[in-house]
């Protein structure tokens, strides 16, 4: 059983405190960014930064579903989402970038073993780079 990951970066006209600010939004702000992967968004606990807890149900292939019930911890520069029902956790990081910022989404989990291993650390982290990039996408739109 490996690590699989997969990890995304766009550049927005934001400053840093704003874009960290706008990601760890769970209440407006997220569910405006999330693509169509993602049904059944709720906030279960909290809404904005650190202690916030949330949940959604990700596709990310056709026969590939995730529900995930998320545990929000924030720092200076990043936000960190841990999946208590996998080993699945999403870290968005912020750094300045000119007048703007840079956010990168990665997001790494604990892949199967064997063959089906092989498979999964191929093919899950480009389907997830697509989401990433559309997710990303939305939030420098929203920033904008």
């Known amino acids: 059983m490996g690590q699989v990951s997969a990890s995304s970066s766009i550049a927005i006209s934001a400053d840093p405190q704003r874009a960290l600010e706008a990601i760890a939004d769970y209440e407006t702000m997220r569910p405006r960014i999330l693509s169509p992967h993602y049904s059944d968004y709720k906030v279960i606990e909290g809404g904005?930064?650190?202690?916030?807890?949330?949940?959604?149900?990700?596709?990310?292939?056709?026969?590939?579903?995730?529900?995930?019930?998320?545990?929000?911890?924030?720092?200076?520069?990043?936000?960190?989402?841990?999946?208590?029902?996998?080993?699945?956790?999403?870290?968005?990081t912020v750094t300045p970038d000119g007048a703007g910022s840079q956010?990168?989404?990665?997001?790494?989990?604990?892949?199967a073993g064997g063959?089906?291993?092989?498979?999964e650390g191929i093919f899950a982290p480009l389907g997830l780079k697509k989401i990433q990039a559309e997710v990303l996408g939305n939030l420098q739109r929203e920033l904008a």
């Open 115 to 119: 063959v089906a291993g092989i498979f």
């Open 103 to 111: 956010v990168t989404l990665r997001t790494s989990w604990k892949g």
């Open 48 to 92: 904005k930064g650190a202690g916030t807890v949330a949940e959604w149900t990700l596709k990310a292939a056709e026969k590939r579903t995730r529900n995930v019930h998320a545990v929000v911890t924030v720092s200076d520069s990043m936000v960190t989402e841990r999946d208590s029902n996998s080993t699945m956790v999403n870290t968005w």
